[in-house]
């Protein structure tokens, strides 16, 4: 889904914005952020200068769709005017320009307004619900445009779960309890749905795969990534599910998908998922989570809301405290850009490891991810609370287990500098769900405005200590 941006600007006629060129300015500017980040903007007719007007000019956007109202102070605005549009609880950003110059009469008196507007708006609503986001500066202000760009990704990501429907195909892995949701709570507060969806309609569906269908993207998968020593019998299981999760996707309208990858599959029709997680995840841009991890696939649509492509959903695995490093590592699924030309489809090193027959449930891909900034996010909570930090993927010493993997150090957040012990100690304190979504890049501050536009408690990161944690929630 696309988010819409509804512009309304205002101004009183003893100010001067047309003079100035303040809304022609604005107007390009806008609609440059909107068309990088994938929004859409409309503009409401003229310019309001009560509340009556205000409301009619609210009423233009909301029947053209608009999820966000951008109130555009060209000049001095009355009080009216953005309490009207405050009290619609709709998501709200407030925008004025700096002054011309600053001699002689005033041109525009716009930060005062801004003031004024931002003070209206806590009188008349739940700042903590219903956030209102301000702005200051020039329509070319490169940090103007960074703000607005980041508010037009954060909305795109909750419009992106506005109705959500996740197809949750064999449930929750056994046992797995942490990860179980409450689906109304979730619905409520994101708006995505968690769908039951048989596991038999996925394995009926991997035996009804057209042969040609299946080679062909066998062939596909061979010419993205080698395959090393996985059977013919497995790679075309791999492609028959693959096949299979994108009808399932295609017929039902899925936003994504949680899948239970064992046991249920290891006995029929005897394989893996993991290559095919992989391959979706790369070929179709597909929000993915293994082990029925509904809240790992919501973070995944919020992560390719925010950057353009899905993450790799991975385990903290492995904490070495003593070098300031963690081990994020998944034994199935992670998209194969994220592993640059070295990646490869093996057999899953552990489904089936330590019977007579031995790990002959493949594929998955295996590699190391390049060196560079990463993010790593998590909603959390049937989706009231997130988590989030960033980090550097630094290749030394050993190379991971077998997987999709990467070793993260050089931890911050918009809070500052972080130790592993920190990282370590947050999640634990906080009880988060063992799935995590890493991305290249760096977006923290993305996910928190998403959050906070979500009205979603951030969970921040806790100072490594001793002892029994006091007051954490």
Known sequence: MTLVVGLIKASLPSYFPQRHGVFDAALAAVEEIAAMTGARLVEAPGVPMNGAEAQKALDHCRGQGADFILLLHGGFTMGDVARQIALSGLPMGVWATPEPGHEGDIQ????????????????????????????????????????????????????????????????????????????????????????????????????????????????????????????????????????????????????????????????????????????????DNLPLASEGDVLGTVTQIVTRALTGRVGSLLDMTSPQLANDRILMWHGGGGPLYMGGPEVAWINHPMIGRGTPEGPRFGAIADFIFPDGPCTVLRVARSGTAAFGFEGTLRAEGESGFTGCRGWVTDFHSTRGHHSAGDIVTSVMEHGLEHHFVLVPGAFHRDFQEFAAWMAMTPLDIIAEHDGLPAGIC
């Open 108 to 283: 525009l008196n716009n930060f005062v307004s801004l003031n004024m507007s931002m003070s209206i708006a806590r009188g008349v609503r739940d700042l903590r619900k219903a956030p209102v986001q301000w702005y200051f500066g020039a329509p070319d202000d490169s940090a103007l445009q960074a703000r607005l760009g980041r508010s037009f990704r954060a909305l795109s990501a909750r419009v992106a779960l506005r109705d959500a429907r996740i197809g949750v195909i064999g449930g929750l892995a056994p046992t797995f309890y942490n990860m179980d949701i409450s689906a109304d709570t979730l619905k409520v507060a994101t708006g995505a749905e968690p769908v039951h969806v048989d596991m038999h309609r996925l394995t009926a569906g991997m035996k009804n795969c057209a042969h040609d269908s299946v080679q062909r993207e066998v062939a596909a998968m061979a010419a993205r990534a080698e395959i090393r020593g996985v059977s013919d019998e497995q790679m075309a299981l791999t492609a028959q599910a693959a096949l299979a999760m994108r009808d399932i996707v295609a017929q039902e309208g899925f936003a994504g998908l949680a899948v239970s990858d064992w046991p249920a599959l290891q006995e029929d029709p005897g394989m893996h998922p993991g290559a095919a997680f992989s391959w979706l995840e790369e070929v």
